[in-house]
C-alpha cells in the first residue's frame, strides 16, 4: 500500500472522529498477550506478539454505529518472529524479525455487515528496540545469546491497510455463528475466509477486537454480564506477499495459512480472564510443522 494511501484512510478516519469530537468519551481498552510459552511452550516461530487497543466514541448501546467514525480504536501491536533456534537455525529456517505498529481502525455497520476499516504504520527491524531487549532478558536469565540477529529483517516503514467484514447469527440466546472475510495490504499482503463460534452471554453485545497473530477475538468494550463464555473460531488465507518471509531471501510461502483457536473467558463483578489456545499452520514450506500459541489477559481489582 503506497503512503498517499495510507495518510488518504488515516486522514479520513481521523477526520471523521474529529470532526465529531464533541461529546466523545473513553468507551473502554482491549489487550491480549500471545506467546507459545502459554501453548506449546516451545521458543519459536511466532513466538510473542502482544496488542494494545483504545477505543472512543460518543457513546455504546450494545450494538455498532451505523457509520464510520464514530467509534475510533487506536491499536499498538508488537511482536517478534524467531527460527526455531536462535543459536544454531536450521538451513532455511526463517529469519528473525521484530515489529511495532500504531493504527487507527473504525468499527461501524453496513447493510447488516458488521465492518473493521484502518490503517497501521507498521515499524519493522532493530529499530524497534525489540531485539536488543530480547538479548538483555536472556543475559539477565542467564540464557543463550541469540546469534540470529544479524541476519535479521532490517529497518523499515510498511502502510498497512486492513479491512474486516462479518456477520452475526444467532443459533440460540446464548450461542453465534459469525463468519467474517478479510483483506490486509501492506507488510504482509492476503486475503483470509473464517468463523467464529460464541457460547455464553459474556461478551456478547460488547466490541471484539480481532489479534492479528492468532485471530482471537478480544474484548474492548465490556457489557454487564457476568460468568463463562467459550469461543471457537478458524480461518484460511492466501498470502500474496510476506516481508517477514521475503521472496529474495528464498522463501515459498505455503497456498493456505491456516488457524485454529478456542479459548474461555469468565467474568466476575471486577475482575474478567481470558485464555486461549490456536494452532498456527505452516506459514512456508521449509517451515516442518505447525506450532500452538497461548493468548491470554488479565484483569485482576481487588
Same mark, same amino acid.
Given at each position: 500500500?503506497?503512503?498517499?494511501?495510507?495518510?488518504?484512510?488515516?486522514? #479520513?478516519?481521523?477526520?471523521?472522529?474529529?470532526?465529531?469530537?464533541?461529546?466523545?468519551?473513553?468507551?473502554?481498552?482491549?489487550?491480549?498477550?500471545?506467546?507459545?510459552?502459554?501453548?506449546?511452550?516451545?521458543?519459536?516461530?511466532?513466538?510473542?506478539?502482544?496488542?494494545?487497543?483504545?477505543?472512543?466514541?460518543?457513546?455504546?448501546?450494545?450494538?455498532?454505529?451505523?457509520?464510520?467514525?464514530?467509534?475510533?480504536?487506536?491499536?499498538?501491536?508488537?511482536?517478534?518472529?524467531?527460527?526455531?533456534?536462535?543459536?544454531?537455525?536450521?538451513?532455511?529456517?526463517?529469519?528473525?524479525?521484530?515489529?511495532?505498529?500504531?493504527?487507527?481502525?473504525?468499527?461501524?455497520?453496513?447493510?447488516?455487515?458488521?465492518?473493521?476499516?484502518?490503517?497501521?504504520?507498521?515499524?519493522?527491524?532493530?529499530?524497534?528496540?525489540?531485539?536488543?531487549?530480547?538479548?538483555?532478558?536472556?543475559?539477565?536469565?542467564?540464557?543463550?545469546?541469540?546469534?540470529?540477529?544479524?541476519?535479521?529483517?532490517?529497518?523499515?516503514?510498511?502502510?498497512?491497510? #486492513?479491512?474486516?467484514?462479518?456477520?452475526?447469527?444467532?443459533?440460540?440466546?446464548?450461542?453465534?455463528?459469525?463468519?467474517?472475510?478479510?483483506?490486509?495490504?501492506?507488510?504482509?499482503?492476503?486475503?483470509?475466509?473464517?468463523?467464529?463460534?460464541?457460547?455464553?452471554?459474556?461478551?456478547?453485545?460488547?466490541?471484539?477486537?480481532?489479534?492479528?497473530?492468532?485471530?482471537?477475538?478480544?474484548?474492548?468494550?465490556?457489557?454487564?454480564?457476568?460468568?463463562?463464555?467459550?469461543?471457537?473460531?478458524?480461518?484460511?488465507?492466501?498470502?500474496?506477499?510476506? =516481508?517477514?518471509?521475503?521472496?529474495?531471501?528464498?522463501?515459498?510461502?505455503?497456498?493456505?495459512?491456516?488457524?485454529?483457536?478456542?479459548?474461555?473467558?469468565?467474568?466476575?463483578?471486577?475482575?474478567?480472564?481470558?485464555?486461549?489456545? =490456536?494452532?498456527?499452520?505452516?506459514?512456508? =514450506?521449509?517451515?516442518?510443522?505447525?506450532?500452538?500459541?497461548?493468548?491470554?489477559? #488479565?484483569?485482576?481489582?481487588?
Amino acid at each position: 500500500m503506497r503512503p498517499f494511501g495510507f495518510f488518504l484512510i488515516l486522514s #479520513l478516519i481521523c477526520g471523521t472522529a474529529c470532526a465529531q469530537a464533541q461529546g466523545r468519551e473513553a468507551l473502554g481498552w482491549g489487550r491480549l498477550l500471545n506467546n507459545d510459552v502459554f501453548g506449546d511452550g516451545q521458543d519459536r516461530w511466532q513466538t510473542g506478539s502482544g496488542v494494545v487497543s483504545k477505543v472512543t466514541g460518543p457513546g455504546w448501546n450494545g450494538a455498532l454505529p451505523g457509520r464510520a467514525g464514530d467509534i475510533v480504536e487506536l491499536r499498538f501491536r508488537g511482536g517478534i518472529v524467531a527460527p526455531a533456534n536462535l543459536v544454531n537455525p536450521a538451513p532455511g529456517d526463517r529469519r528473525y524479525a521484530a515489529m511495532l505498529s500504531l493504527g487507527a481502525h473504525t468499527h461501524f455497520e453496513l447493510r447488516g455487515a458488521e465492518i473493521s476499516l484502518g490503517v497501521d504504520l507498521v515499524v519493522t527491524g532493530p529499530q524497534t528496540g525489540l531485539p536488543s531487549l530480547q538479548r538483555e532478558i536472556h543475559k539477565l536469565l542467564d540464557q543463550p545469546m541469540p546469534t540470529v540477529l544479524g541476519a535479521q529483517i532490517p529497518n523499515g516503514i510498511h502502510p498497512t491497510f #486492513l479491512l474486516e467484514a462479518g456477520r452475526s447469527y444467532e443459533i440460540s440466546p446464548s450461542a453465534a455463528f459469525r463468519p467474517f472475510v478479510e483483506l490486509q495490504a501492506g507488510v504482509e499482503t492476503l486475503a483470509r475466509i473464517g468463523a467464529d463460534l460464541h457460547f455464553g452471554l459474556v461478551g456478547r453485545d460488547e466490541l471484539l477486537l480481532r489479534d492479528g497473530t492468532t485471530g482471537q477475538r478480544y474484548r474492548a468494550i465490556r457489557g454487564a454480564h457476568v460468568g463463562w463464555a467459550a469461543v471457537l473460531g478458524g480461518d484460511i488465507a492466501h498470502v500474496l506477499h510476506s =516481508t517477514y518471509l521475503p521472496a529474495s531471501s528464498g522463501y515459498s510461502l505455503t497456498d493456505a495459512r491456516t488457524r485454529l483457536r478456542a479459548g474461555v473467558h469468565w467474568q466476575g463483578e471486577n475482575s474478567s480472564v481470558f485464555y486461549g489456545l =490456536t494452532w498456527l499452520g505452516e506459514e512456508f =514450506t521449509a517451515q516442518p510443522e505447525g506450532q500452538v500459541v497461548g493468548s491470554m489477559r #488479565l484483569n485482576i481489582a481487588f
